[in-house]
């Protein structure tokens, strides 16, 4: 049984930081690509940042490009976000999961999630 789980959310004035810690069981984390996803109030979840089994590779979503870093401790079975100059649209739960189609797609799947840790930015 797959079971993820998210902390690390808080809320922070814009231009604070914020570390997001997700740790995954039951699923093979050293040979699965690994994501962040965002869930605003009343909108879809979308990719925020991807990245590859070994870490080689990343991908960031336009609006967090240069502010955020996706990092993985494969020992730990553990991903992280490092979140910096945080901005009110940054605001929702985030989420830990394999993504559809690969780390360079970053699409949620339909599946594996976690309860999620919110983030709430306030201007």
């Known amino acids: 049984q797959v079971k993820v789980v998210e902390s690390g959310g808080d809320s922070v004035q814009a231009g604070g930081s914020l570390r997001l810690s997700c740790t995954a069981s039951?699923?093979?984390?050293?040979?699965?690509?690994m994501g962040w996803f965002r869930q605003a109030p009343g909108k879809e979840r979308n990719g925020v940042s991807c990245?590859?089994?070994?870490?080689?590779?990343?991908y960031y979503s336009d609006s967090v490009k240069g502010r955020f870093t996706i990092s993985r401790d494969n020992a730990k079975s553990t991903l992280y976000l490092e979140m910096k100059s945080l901005k009110p649209e940054d605001t929702g739960m985030y989420f830990c999961?394999?993504?559809?189609?690969?780390?360079?797609?970053?699409?949620?799947?339909?599946?594996?999630w976690g309860q999620g840790t919110q983030v709430t930015v306030s201007a």
């Open positions: 039951g699923l093979p984390f050293n040979h699965s690509d």
């Open positions: 999961a394999r993504p559809r189609a690969g780390w360079s797609a970053c699409l949620p799947a339909s599946n594996d």
């Open positions: 990245i590859d089994t070994w870490g080689d590779n990343t």
